[in-house]
């Protein structure tokens, strides 16, 4: 077989493995922004999903101003307790910060470019 087939096919993979993990990465962001976002404007949120195996996982729900620990699997979901507010209030505050500065050094960035080619 040609090297250089086997070159530009491994140039190619890498190219496509990229661009799945740009996308990964950008639907990860995306769904931050959502929760941290719309907290404030919804009734029901999922804070945070956490997956224990392929059938179960444990949520962490906010419902008005009180936050609940929810098992899902296969047989439904459980209630598993109600958390305290003060450490999860500080946390959804934590990451509001964090996409902030997100925002700010991504905007920065594009600036940067835009700034280079003009």
């Known amino acids: 077989m040609d090297i250089g087939i086997i070159s530009r096919s491994l140039y190619a993979l890498s190219v496509v493995g990229l661009l799945l993990f740009g996308l990964w990465w950008m639907a990860r962001q995306l769904g931050r922004k959502r929760v941290v976002q719309g907290i404030d404007q ?3 949120t999922v804070i945070e999903t956490t ?3 392929q059938q179960a996982m444990m949520h962490v729900v906010r419902i008005g101003t009180r936050y609940f620990a929810i098992g899902g699997g296969a047989s439904g979901l459980t209630m598993i307790a109600e958390l305290d507010h003060e450490p999860l209030d500080t946390y959804v505050e934590q990451q509001r910060r964090l996409l ?3 925002r700010a050094s991504v905007n920065a960035i594009f600036k940067r470019i ?3 080619s003009g």
Do not use: A, F, I, K
């Open 42 to 44: 919804r009734l029901v």
């Open 51 to 53: 997956y224990l195996s």
């Open 100 to 102: 902030e500065d997100q």
């Open 114 to 116: 835009r700034g280079n």
